[in-house]
């Protein structure tokens, strides 16, 4: 069982940035890959960024590529999303997800989540 926390959201205006935090109390954190999803009223729950259990792979969906940076501090059990050039359209609740398995993109993978965060990008 991993129980996640995620946290850091707010309202920013475009062009600003947050940096969300991911924190386990499982002490085999470094065995999962954590993911970020979001979530817009509406809309299906869409992949942000995945990265692995040692932090030396990372993968981005297009969208975020080159405004969004995710770490990892496995010392600390805890993964960070630095976003920055921030837009509306990123405006959602953004979840944190653990996968025991090398899976990035799909959530279904994912067995452990965040209770979310709500990211508000006003224009």
């Known amino acids: 069982q991993v129980h996640l926390v995620d946290s850091g959201g707010g309202v920013v205006q475009a062009g600003g940035s947050l940096r969300l935090s991911c924190a386990a109390s499982e002490r085999t954190f470094s065995a999962y890959v954590i993911g970020w999803f979001r979530q817009a009223p509406g809309n299906e729950r869409e992949f942000v960024v995945a990265i692995n259990g040692d932090g030396s792979r990372a993968l981005y969906a297009d969208s975020v590529k080159g405004r969004f940076t995710v770490s990892r501090d496995n010392a600390q059990n805890t993964v960070y999303l630095q976003m920055n050039s921030l837009k509306p359209e990123d405006t959602a609740v953004y979840h944190c997800?653990?996968?025991?398995?090398?899976?990035?993109?799909?959530?279904?993978?994912?067995?452990?989540w965040g209770q979310g965060t709500q990211v508000t990008v006003s224009s």
């Open positions: 997800g653990a996968s025991s398995v090398e899976e990035y993109r799909n959530y279904r993978w994912y067995s452990y």
